[in-house]
């Protein structure tokens, strides 16, 4: 398994929209996610998909975040649309996650346990209103 590689993060204004990518050579139908870390903050789940293709968004960025992948391409995508100040932060995308994925069908507070899955090093969103 080799770690995954975040991009398109980047400075945009509020109300724009980015597009971040993780490419994961090593992908495969497990459960795979993405979180953010702002400053001071502890890490947060924001999307999940997993391996039955079940996607799931944090209450925060619902209707605004949505999460796919291409199989074909091993690239895992957060869209991002109409972005908020309050969604700066590091974000990061990471794979085989065990069950975290079926846990957020019913709650975001959890993350996964320690040392649990591949993450990548991440990619940093700032917005400014």
């Known amino acids: 398994q080799v770690q995954p590689v975040e991009s398109g993060g980047g400075s945009v204004q509020a109300g724009e929209s980015l597009r971040l990518s993780c490419v994961d050579i090593?992908?495969?139908?497990?459960?795979m996610a993405w979180f953010r870390q702002a400053p001071g903050k502890e890490r947060e789940g924001v999307a999940a998909?997993?391996?039955?293709?079940?996607?799931t968004v944090a209450d925060s960025v619902k209707g605004r975040f949505t999460i796919s992948k291409d199989n074909a391409k091993r690239i895992l995508y957060l869209q991002m649309n109409n972005l908020k100040p309050e969604d700066t932060g590091m974000y990061y995308c990471?794979?085989?996650?065990?069950?975290?994925?079926?846990?957020?069908?019913?709650?975001?507070?959890?993350?996964?346990?320690?040392?649990?899955?591949?993450w990548g090093q991440g990619t940093q969103v700032t917005v400014s209103s």
């Open positions: 990471a794979n085989e996650l065990g069950a975290y994925c079926y846990g957020t069908r019913f709650s975001f507070s959890d993350l996964p346990p320690p040392g649990l899955g591949y």
């Open positions: 090593g992908f495969n139908n497990y459960c």
């Open positions: 998909i997993d391996s039955d293709g079940t996607t």
